[in-house]
Every structure is written in C-alpha cells, then in structure tokens.
C-alpha cells in the first residue's frame, strides 16, 4: 500500500509548501499530493484553495494576482507559496506526484509543463496521476494526450465515478475514506483501477486500508503510516 503525503505533510507543516513536501520526504513517502492554481501572471502556483485567506496572510483570489504578488505572501510558519515548477525541482522524481487540478484552466498549462520536464529531466509520465473533481479538467487532458495516468476524484464512493473513470480510461479512483467500502475496493480493482483514499489519519482506518488491500492513503500524517 502507497503512503501519500497530503499536501506535503500538512498535519506537520503548513500545506502545499516546500517545507511540508520536504517534511512528507523524511519519512520515504511513495507519493506526495498537491493543489494547484493558475496565476494572473500564468504560472501554475501550488496552493488548495481558490482564495488566500486560510492559508496565508493575503485576501483575494489567487487568479487575481501575478506570481510575483503571490510570493510577498507567507503562510503558517512564514513559508512561501511555491510553485510547481519549484515543486518539481525540489522532488526531483524521488517519488511520484499527485497533482491535483483546482484552479479553473488549470489542465492544459501542467501538461505542458510536464511535457517540457519530462523531455529534459528525470521525471517520466509514470512518475504523476493528474486527479480532479472537476471531471471537465480531466476530459481536456484526455482530449490532448493518452499519456497521463488520469484520477477521478469523489466525494461520494466509487460507484459514483465509474462510469467517468470508464469514459476516461483512468488510471485511479479517490474516494473518501469516510464512504469507502471493502467491497468496493475489491470490485474497482477487478476492473483495474487503482484505488487511492483520502484523507486518512486514524490508524484504524489506515489498518482497515491496507487490509482491504487498498493501492494507497493519503495521508495528512505520513509519520503515522
């Protein structure tokens, strides 16, 4: 079973930052998951949310800024907002990467820069699964390329999303853990998807992952794991 950092470690250090991506490392994570957004400026910039306000110290919407407005802002612990070109710097293809797409028009644009990487460096197409709840994201990647592993995300359980994932040919399904069924997981992999849960932080759950034989957690606490 994959342990997957959310957000980097973001039950440890603040979220979607290099610090809490460096955190998620210590521990010999599988996978690291992260949020992205498109800037004003073009940029893919690494943040959950379409506003600021939680997670740092500005007030607005991350579309309405340039990168170099965004990067005068600092989050929990002072850290900067990141982008994914950093992110991938930073990693290096010491595990595989979780991006998912947030931000509206956001699809397009990583693919090519994904594209551009993986012809100059490390990384290779089986080193990202590309996950959205918004499905429409997903269908424009697939429009363009076959190359991406595509996920299908939920916030209901999987019966919910099959028939996206079968129009998609996705490569993983992630729901929730907390609608997340052993019988579901057993039929999902029948028909050969992965399956990846968040956001899993109660021992418990992440014992009752393994046991149903889940592909991977995403995990907050990835110490725990």
Not at 97 to 118: F, H, M
Not at 195 to 222: A, Q
Request: proline share 3%; net charge neutral; hydrophobic share 35%.
């Amino acid at each position: 079973m994959n342990i997957i950092g959310h957000r980097g470690a973001a039950g440890l250090v603040a979220e979607n930052t290099l610090e809490s991506i460096g955190e998620a490392l210590k521990y010999n994570v599988d996978g690291i998951e992260i949020d992205v957004h498109k800037c004003k400026s073009g940029e893919i910039v690494v943040i959950h949310d379409e506003t600021l306000q939680r997670t740092t110290n500005g007030k607005g919407k991350v579309s309405g800024f340039t990168l170099q407005e965004l990067k005068k802002y600092r989050t929990r612990g002072e850290y900067r907002i990141p982008t994914l070109d950093e992110v991938l710097d930073f990693v290096n293809a010491k595990c595989t990467l979780n991006i998912e797409l947030k931000g509206i028009g956001s699809a397009i644009p990583v693919i090519e820069l994904l594209e551009e990487r993986i012809k100059d460096s490390k990384w290779d197409y089986d080193n990202f699964v590309l996950s959205s709840f918004d499905h429409s994201q997903l269908f424009q990647i697939k429009s363009r390329t076959s190359k991406f592993r595509l996920g299908v995300l939920t916030e209901k359980n999987i019966p919910s999303i099959l028939k996206v994932a079968e129009t998609l040919e996705a490569f993983s399904l992630h729901p929730p853990i907390s609608s997340l069924q052993k019988e579901e997981v057993t039929s999902a992999k029948n028909k050969g998807y992965k399956v990846y849960t968040w956001t899993v932080n109660d021992i418990s759950k992440i014992e009752s992952s393994k046991t149903w034989k889940v592909d991977g957690i995403i995990t907050d606490f990835p110490n725990f794991a």
